[in-house]
């Protein structure tokens, strides 16, 4: 079968730094997003990996290890706007979106 | 820019009934998804098209129809609610099918069968 895994629920402190992980096992891989989704709105594209390394944009960075099958986001200068749920989602070999659950984000102040 | 619109914002509906959830796109995408979200649950594709006048099923398809008569308009059709379909339906666009498209989101339907 295919899965993804995130964690439920993560909390941060303001000005800091988080890293949330996503593992994956499906058929096939062509490329990992990750969406943020603040409460009661759409989600939103954040990064695109499909070759192992780190992509960095901004305060945001994500790191793909297609051998592993685990990717990781990391959010640096944590604000409170980044309370939010981020999605992590893989494209299957039939270019597909399989999608984790999500990992909640609570910024504290 | 508009992007991804869709209509109603929610609704409550009584089991039995049938509905259409509209959705239409200004940004000339090809490809256009229909998804439900549940809590605890990851997205999951109910229906999908590749391009107008195509389309296919996804992960849960039951209980729902789409049609693609243009680029811009894809409406998911429930014929006879349940309960189980109570979710909120996001359609989503990509310029392609695949190979790295970005998806982007509409804002929401939220629906509640009673």
């Known amino acids: 079968g295919q899965n993804i895994d995130q964690p439920t629920e993560m909390t941060a402190t303001e000005g800091a730094i988080v890293q949330i992980n996503c593992t994956y096992q499906?058929?096939?891989?062509?490329?990992l997003f990750w969406y943020q989704q603040h409460a009661g709105e759409a989600p939103t594209f954040l990064s695109y990996?499909?070759l192992d390394g780190l992509e960095e944009k901004g305060r945001f960075s994500s790191f793909l290890s297609r051998s592993k099958g685990y990717s990781y986001l990391l959010l640096k200068e944590l604000q409170m706007k980044d309370s939010a749920s981020y999605l992590c989602a893989v494209e299957d070999s039939n270019y597909q979106l399989i999608w984790g659950a999500g990992t909640k984000l609570i910024i504290k102040p | 820019t508009a992007g991804i619109t869709q209509a109603p914002t929610s609704q409550i509906l009584a089991a039995g009934r049938s509905m259409t959830l509209r959705c239409t796109q200004d940004m000339r995408h090809n490809a256009m998804y229909w998804y439900r979200q549940d809590l605890g649950l990851g997205l999951r594709l109910i229906h999908y098209?590749?391009?107008?006048?195509?389309?296919g099923k996804g992960e849960v398809p039951d209980g729902y129809s789409v049609s693609r008569a243009n680029t811009d308009d894809f409406p998911l059709t429930l014929a006879s609610a349940v309960p189980s379909q109570t979710s909120v339906y996001f359609c989503?666009?990509?310029?392609?099918?695949?190979?790295?498209?970005?998806?982007?989101f509409g804002p929401g339907t939220r629906l509640t069968v009673l």
């Open positions: 989503a666009s990509s310029g392609a099918s695949g190979g790295q498209d970005t998806q982007y």
């Open positions: 499906t058929s096939g891989f062509n490329g």
């Open positions: 098209s590749n391009t107008a006048g195509t389309t």
């Open positions: 990996n499909v």
